[in-house]
């Protein structure tokens, strides 16, 4: 049987439903300043592919991926990042605490930072993060638990 | 997180600029209410009276491509000239229109229809036969009242055969209203 598959929404719809998450997560990644340009070059790269869109499923992650991209480009640009607002909300049970996190001022590798970003700030799937990272759910799966060792051992 | 309003203005603008909008919308205040003018790169495809933008934006999206977003700058020659058809110091709109969305019949009736000069009316039997198809009044009629960009496209000064006002999409009032305002609904004997 064949099952309708909703088309994605008027760009408008997305836009709205999207953009305080976008700007949350570029500011975690890239800071307040710097968040806004990528924010700005994150919906350009989506207006740009949405047309191509055949469903309307995972735009939230699809969207944070185009956003992780965006940041990680900016931050091969331009270095050192400043780290500090990783991770600010808490946790559910069995994640790293984000109180334990959020409180470290060390700098992870950009990979790892976004990785451990999408994984505990967002909620993403590894497969999303795979994407968005260019690499794979495995590999996504093993950054963000390199990060997570990482900030572990400078606490 | 809230999007500050410079930051998503900067964003609604890039969007215009960039070329990659299949439609650009906005509000727009007037004496007969909000109206929703939306355009194409191509010229303006959308005055409509449902000042909903979520349910326009739907149709617009259905009809012409989901990038729809609401920006401001394409939509402001549009705006002005809207703001000075109502303060009665333009009669004839500069603007490019894009029927592309359009079935034939219905395309040939509305650009019929843009010849209507300002402050003159015709009936729906009169542009049934200017575009050929004498008799076909009431499909002219269903075409006038699907017109996807009123005022622009001047419906509102179609009239029935005995010169009463009929129907309007935007209802009888707004019909009147904008009749009144180019002088031609005064000369009718109704």
Redesign the interface.
Same mark, same amino acid.
């Given at each position: 049987m064949m099952t309708a598959v909703a088309t994605p929404p008027p760009f408008e719809r997305f836009y709205l439903d999207t953009r305080a998450d976008v700007l949350a997560c570029l500011r975690r990644m890239l800071g307040r300043t710097e968040a806004e340009d990528a924010f700005q070059e994150t919906f350009l790269r989506a207006l740009r592919a949405y047309g191509d869109l055949e469903h309307a499923r995972h735009l939230r992650a699809w969207v944070l991926t185009i956003a992780t991209r965006v940041a990680l480009d900016e931050r091969r640009r331009r270095r050192p990042v400043p780290v500090a607002e990783i991770v600010e909300r808490a946790a559910p049970d069995g994640r790293p605490a984000y109180a334990e996190l959020a409180d470290l001022a060390g700098s992870l590798p950009p990979t790892e930072r976004a990785a451990v970003v999408l994984r505990y700030g967002y909620d993403l799937a590894y497969d999303d993060i795979g994407t968005a990272l260019g690499s794979s759910a495995e590999a996504a799966r093993q950054a963000a638990s390199a990060g997570v060792r990482r900030l572990r051992r400078t606490t | 997180?809230?999007?500050p309003a410079d930051?998503?203005r900067? /964003?609604r603008d890039?969007?215009a600029a960039?070329g990659?909008?299949?439609v650009a /919308?906005d509000l727009h205040d007037s004496p007969v209410g909000p109206l929703l003018v939306a355009a194409t790169p191509r010229g303006l495809c959308r005055i409509g009276f449902d000042p909903e933008?979520?349910r326009e934006?739907?149709r617009?999206?259905h009809d012409l491509?989901?990038?729809?977003?609401?920006s401001p700058n394409p939509l402001a020659p549009a705006r002005r000239q809207l703001d000075e058809y109502f303060e009665s110091s333009r009669r004839d709109f500069d603007l490019p229109v894009d029927l592309a969305g359009v079935a034939a019949f219905q395309r040939a009736v509305l650009e019929e229809l843009r010849l209507v000069p300002y402050g003159a009316t015709a009936t729906y039997g009169e542009l049934a036969t200017r575009i050929g198809r004498p008799g076909a009044s009431r499909a002219v009629g269903g075409a006038l009242n699907r017109n996807p960009v009123a005022i622009v496209v001047p419906c509102h000064r179609i009239v029935g055969a005995s010169g009463s006002l009929t129907g309007y999409a935007g209802g009888l009032e707004r019909k009147r209203t904008l009749l009144d305002l180019e002088g031609g609904y005064a000369q009718l004997d109704v």
């Open positions: - | 997180v809230t999007v930051l998503d900067r /964003f890039a969007a960039s990659l909008l299949d /919308f933008p979520e934006a739907e617009l999206a491509g989901a990038r729809v977003l609401r």
